[in-house]
């Protein structure tokens, strides 16, 4: 029950943060924090994971598909729940001090605790299709904090293309997940019978598409581009959603289908993947001047580490680094946001010698930086040392890539941390430390890069977190040791050093290269490309279609049908026609007669009257074929429609009759002769059911179940209640646009636009009858 | 707004309606309220039910409209859809409360006093929802396109040639 509580909380406290937010102001963020604390409360079950396996709840959602709300929490799950928690936490207590007085608190609490609790859910979720919803959740919540800042361009820009790339993957992690529980024969993560699996024929398929979802949440080349310009969103936003928890959800799916990629292609792949990802981004991340940038391609180049190492299955090292980065990365996007906030700048240019000003916050970045850098006493070193050994088993092009990318790496978190050092540089005078409930919850996180390092023993700081995943990935936990005697990966650790300290040294004639290199097409100018063509595309047809007339609009869907029918016929024969009863053809030649006078009327009014036969024509026919409740609902629609034409008959123009070219009298005729014949084919279709006829149930249940006589009615209000509702919202949602047209025309004065909106009630009575004559 | 429709109904309508028709309006109208209502009721075992009571009250309502200027109800129809809707949703939601799937009905028979045995179905309160969403969208669409009359006749069709 504590993991549903620790993944409901958040969502209980989005719905309070906008009173909160109103009340308090920035300061809910304090309050709002305890929302993380059943979260952290998993803390508790950490020894029942440990000795007893992994703890299950769930909750029944839709018992008659069977989808329930299973979450399952194995080593893994718990340690990145505790990650997404605990830092969660912090942020929010953070964002307390970070956000100004005048922000729009209510909402960015919302939007924040929101995807904590959709984060959560993501990571313990055991059915996959929960997991899908969360994943989608995540990436709306990442749209909505992106964008906070909606009045820049920048963001909503940096927003819209986080959506678009995490959404493309979503889609294709729901087909992955159908395919997947397709083959598996289980909707659960843990129920997948992973040999069937292997062997169905949607394997290759479902891996494809969950490579693609995940390397698009995480940023993988070519999807890198959506997270540097994601670093528009608040600071806290940065430090949460895109470094240390949302961008790892990608990387969560990795290693939750480690097992189903070892020893495939699809390994390698992967690998090769985070390797090059690993390596462009510390590239980049090189030539930044801005500080959120430079930690945001680090961000592309760690997960990169990541992806690589879960997908070679070294899921110890990888775990490992995961965790490291997670506390280094939180950090330092931290202590940017104290320096922007503090001096109103981030660019690299412009600061330096921050450290005698702000020597807490410097206290708290170097930790972290040296970490990233992969230096001892520190985590990230550890890690670092496991990387490459890892690398090294995977053959010489592995182990060259992780040491270039190493030693940009170094050279680039040098770089960083030169902002403390040097002479006093910055555009405001009076900077000074900020206020302890700024930088306090940072501590936690600085403190953990050192512990990391520090205590690397089995059962102590990140040895306790990755011994935890151990019996997920099935990895017996080995000492964490700073000191493992001189191996060859200790050697290219040192040799990434001196190469890291002469690239920092000999940056300038590098970054000179750097822009020289810069192509001229990247993904970022690619992704502009298409966006810009699908919007041409879309105003094209658009402009091609909406101001087209109402006979064209006619045209078009009407030759669609005909192609679908004349498909139909060619794939397959209509089955034999029976003959119908004498009455039927009369009452079948009467509505032929109306549909004909309709055409051949030469005024409105004996247009309208010979609808109103065709009309009532097919209640005949209704009759005659003893289906009085259609009857009358035909013989109704029919009489409120013919009134309701006479109603608004005298503010109709005069029917006037175009003469069109031979040609497209031709073609309309074809036009409606198909048809015609698609109708006829559908209605031979029914006639001859390919499966058993679903009527013979309605009949046989109509009175147990439904308990009605009226077969047509119980099959209206009962066993297709549903189809009911949705056909009287369409209905109500007729009625608000006619209320709105009309309302907005007789409040408006009589020239301007009224020829559009006169025409709308008529039609819309139209469409009205007929939505109502299927009953 | 109200206030303008009330002005609006005494305008006088260009032909103004027969006199039979006018006199005969007024019952006319009230039979076919009640008929609509006998076939709601009677729906579940008979031909009836909400779509076509409906609609026969809302054909009602045209009479009252074209007869004597009269209005079938004094509160604002356009209020009916959306606590129609409410109510065949809330149909769908309260079987969710007692543990069972959405829109699951229930149905028996039940005892009164002096009515005898009745039968009863949840499947009925949903029909009225769907009930209410006709009868307040139809009237509502007649009701706005009387108060049209202020519209000028237009002068050409919007037709075109494609």
């Known amino acids: ?775 | 707004m109200p206030e303008d429709r009330v002005a609006e109904t005494v305008e006088p309508q260009p032909g103004a309606p027969e006199v039979f028709f006018k006199a005969l309006a007024t019952p006319i109208l009230f039979a076919l309220v009640a008929i609509g209502f006998h076939y709601f009721l009677r729906g579940h075992n008979a031909p009836g039910g909400g779509f076509i009571a409906g609609l026969i009250v809302a054909a009602s309502a045209l009479l009252g409209r074209m007869g004597r200027d009269l209005r079938l109800l004094t509160i604002r129809t356009e209020f009916l859809v959306p606590w129609g809707l409410l109510l065949a949703v809330a149909t769908g939601v309260a079987p969710m409360l007692f543990g069972s799937s959405f829109l699951r009905s229930v149905h028996g028979h039940l005892v009164l006093p002096l009515a005898g045995e009745l039968e009863w179905a949840s499947a009925t309160l949903f029909d009225a929802g769907v009930f209410l969403v006709v009868v307040g969208t139809t009237i509502t669409i007649i009701d706005l396109l009387a108060e049209e009359n202020r519209l000028q006749r237009l002068g050409e069709d919007r037709e075109e040639e494609g």
């Open chain 1, 1 to 775: 029950m504590l993991l549903i509580l620790a993944i409901a909380a958040p969502f209980a406290a989005a719905l309070l943060a906008p009173f909160l937010g109103r009340a308090l102001g920035a300061r809910a963020g304090w309050v709002l924090a305890g929302a993380f604390l059943p979260g952290l409360g998993l803390l508790t079950i950490v020894a029942e994971v440990r000795s007893a396996g992994p703890v299950e709840a769930s909750l029944p959602w839709v018992p008659t598909v069977g989808l329930e709300l299973a979450f399952r929490a194995d080593g893994f799950s718990l340690m990145f729940a505790l990650l997404v928690a605990g830092i969660g936490f912090l942020i929010l207590l953070y964002s307390a001090s970070y956000l100004g007085r005048l922000e729009r608190h209510g909402r960015f609490y919302t939007y924040l605790l929101l995807f904590g609790g959709a984060m959560m859910g993501l990571v313990l979720a055991d059915n996959m299709f929960i997991l899908f919803g969360f994943w989608e959740l995540t990436s709306i919540t990442s749209y909505l904090l992106i964008g906070f800042w909606d009045g820049r361009r920048a963001s909503r820009d940096g927003a819209l293309k986080a959506l678009v790339i995490t959404a493309l993957g979503g889609l294709a992690l729901l087909v992955a997940v159908i395919l997947l529980a397709l083959g598996g024969g289980s909707d659960r993560l843990s129920g997948l019978d992973l040999i069937a699996l292997k062997e169905s024929p949607y394997f290759v398929p479902a891996m494809i598409l969950a490579l693609f979802a995940a390397f698009s949440k995480s940023a993988q080349l070519p999807f890198h581009l959506w997270l540097p310009t994601a670093m528009e969103a608040p600071t806290p936003v940065s430090a949460y959603l895109h470094s240390a928890t949302m961008v790892k959800a990608g990387v969560i799916l990795i290693a939750k289908f480690s097992a189903l990629l070892a020893g495939t292609d699809f390994a390698t792949a992967v690998l090769f993947f985070g390797l090059a990802t690993m390596f462009w981004g510390s590239y980049l991340a090189l030539r930044q001047t801005d500080l959120k940038a430079l930690l945001a391609y680090s961000t592309v180049s760690q997960l990169g580490i990541l992806v690589a190492l879960y997908g070679s299955g070294d899921a110890f090292a990888a775990t490992a680094q995961l965790v490291n980065h997670a506390a280094f990365k939180a950090t330092l996007f931290l202590v940017v946001g104290i320096i922007d906030h503090e001096t109103g700048s981030r660019d690299l240019r412009n600061l330096s010698g921050l450290g005698r000003r702000l020597p807490l916050t410097m206290l708290l970045a170097v930790p972290a930086a040296l970490s990233m850098a992969g230096l001892p006493p520190f985590g990230g070193f550890i890690s670092k040392e496991l990387f490459f050994e890892g690398m090294l088993q995977q053959g010489s092009l592995p182990i060259l890539i992780a040491v270039i990318g190493s030693v940009m790496t170094f050279a680039y978190s040098v770089r960083f941390l030169s902002v403390f050092f040097g002479p006093y540089r910055c555009d405001r005078p009076d900077v000074h430390e900020a206020a302890p409930q700024f930088w306090l919850p940072i501590a936690p996180l600085a403190a953990a890069v050192v512990v990391f390092g520090l205590i690397p023993f089995e059962n102590t700081a990140v040895g306790a977190f990755t011994a935890l995943a151990a019996p997920s990935f099935g990895y017996h936990n080995e000492p964490l040791a700073l000191w493992h005697g001189p191996t060859v990966a200790f050697a290219l650790s040192v040799l990434t050093w001196f190469l890291g300290t002469a690239l920092y040294i000999g940056r300038a004639p590098f970054l000179a290269l750097q822009r020289r290199l810069t192509p001229r097409w990247n993904a970022n100018t690619l992704y502009y490309a298409l966006l810009g063509g699908l919007e041409r595309l879309s105003a094209g047809v658009v402009r091609g279609t909406l101001g087209a007339g109402f006979a064209t609009h006619l045209r078009l869907i009407l030759a669609a049908i005909a192609v679908v029918g004349a498909l139909s016929w060619w794939r397959f024969l209509p089955p034999a026609m029976t003959t119908p009863p004498i009455e039927v053809v009369v009452a079948g030649l009467l509505i032929a007669a109306g549909a004909v006078g309709v055409l051949a009327a030469r005024s409105r009014l004996s247009a309208l009257i010979f609808m109103g036969l065709a009309g009532f024509g097919s209640a005949l026919v209704f009759l005659l074929l003893r289906a009085p409740d259609l009857a009358l609902t035909q013989l109704l629609i029919e009489t409120v429609t013919v009134i309701l034409f006479l109603s608004v008959f005298r503010y109709l123009p005069v029917l006037t009759r175009y003469s069109r070219p031979r040609r497209v009298a031709a073609f309309d005729a074809l036009v409606a002769a198909g048809v015609g014949m698609t109708v006829f084919t559908l209605l031979l279709a029914v006639q001859n059911p390919v499966r058993d006829r679903i009527s013979d149930f309605f009949i046989e249940f109509s009175k147990s179940i439904g308990g009605g006589n009226n077969v047509v009615n119980v099959i209206l209000v009962d066993f297709r209640g549903y189809d009911t509702l949705g056909e009287i919202t369409v209905l109500a949602i007729v009625a608000v646009s006619v209320l709105a047209l009309l309302r907005l025309r007789v409040g408006a004065s009589t020239d301007g636009a009224a020829g559009g909106v006169a025409e709308a009630g008529p039609d819309d009575g139209a469409d009205e009858g007929d939505d109502d004559a299927r009953g």
